[in-house]
């Protein structure tokens, strides 16, 4: 799967976020908050990492009127996902080290 | 009674959330609602505003990514996600340049934030400055050749 993903920039940041720590569980803010992206931008990310299942997602498991507030929704890689997210991201900075690499423009003498 | 521990959701964050989730798929609708009202519990209320504002503006993205089979979503990740907007500054010109060095070692700069190479402008000076508006205005009005100026 990872030679098809085509890894774009905010994907990478939001897969360098979870995989800071893969155990963590993470809410979609905290997520966002850790890859600098703005929110909503976060979600659209992890709902396709969930698609394909690098993400697995959980309900908080709290008693809402214990605590004043609903049930948070908590992501964390897989184990396959981060194995995949890793390979996917060193291709995507191989991918970038090459790009990196100019080719000199020609630079018109004086007539 | 229980004491509350977070700052609860404000009227118009709450609204704005449930506005952004009427665009998404009915079997995923409930349970994106619940994952964004429960968001904005804890945020300041400027920091719930801005949350639910950015959810509402990319529901449709949102939209398309849950609607997007499993098999397909790997190879259309960055038709989706490559629509990442150029940063105001890089959208009023405001670039920040850094210089990098190509294969012969030669200086280039690009912008880091988007990635834009400086122009050719600059190529070729042998003023030895690097920022000469003049200079630059003059090549860009003669083609970067000699002009009348004896600027080459």
Not at chain 1, 13 to 36: K, T
Not at chain 1, 62 to 81: M, Q, S
Not at chain 2, 75 to 94: G, K, Q, S
Not at chain 2, 116 to 122: A, F, G, Q
Request: net charge positive; proline share 6%; hydrophobic share 40%.
């Amino acid at each position: 799967m990872a030679d098809q993903l085509r890894m774009t920039l905010p994907t990478e940041f939001v897969l360098r976020a979870l995989l800071a720590d893969p155990q963590a569980e993470l809410y979609g803010v905290e997520i966002s908050d850790a890859a600098g992206l703005p929110s909503g931008t976060g979600h659209r990310i992890l709902a396709r990492l969930e698609e394909l299942r690098w993400v697995q997602p959980r309900w908080e498991d709290i008693d809402p009127k214990v605590e004043g507030r609903p049930a948070r929704r908590y992501f964390r890689l897989t184990a396959a996902g981060a194995q995949q997210a890793r390979t996917a991201l060193a291709e995507a900075y191989q991918s970038k080290s090459k790009r990196q690499v100019r080719i000199p423009r020609p630079v018109a003498e004086p007539s | 009674m229980a004491k509350r521990t977070t700052r609860a959701a404000g009227f118009w964050p709450r609204h704005t959330v449930q506005v952004a989730t009427r665009v998404l798929p009915g079997a995923t609708r409930d349970r994106y609602r619940q994952e964004f009202l429960a968001e904005l519990y804890g945020l300041s209320r400027a920091r719930q505003l801005r949350h639910a504002v950015g959810v509402l503006s990319r529901s449709w993205a949102l939209r398309a990514a849950i609607n997007t089979p499993s098999d397909a979503a790997a190879a259309d990740m960055e038709i989706v996600f490559a629509r990442h907007r150029r940063p105001l500054f890089c959208l009023l010109n405001r670039h920040r340049w850094e210089t990098f060095r190509s294969e012969d070692a030669k200086p280039y700069r690009r912008c880091q934030r988007c990635g834009k190479d400086e122009t050719d402008v600059w190529a070729g000076s042998k003023s030895g400055r690097e920022y000469d508006p003049d200079e630059i205005s003059a090549r860009l009005f003669w083609g970067g050749g000699a002009g009348p100026g004896g600027l080459v």
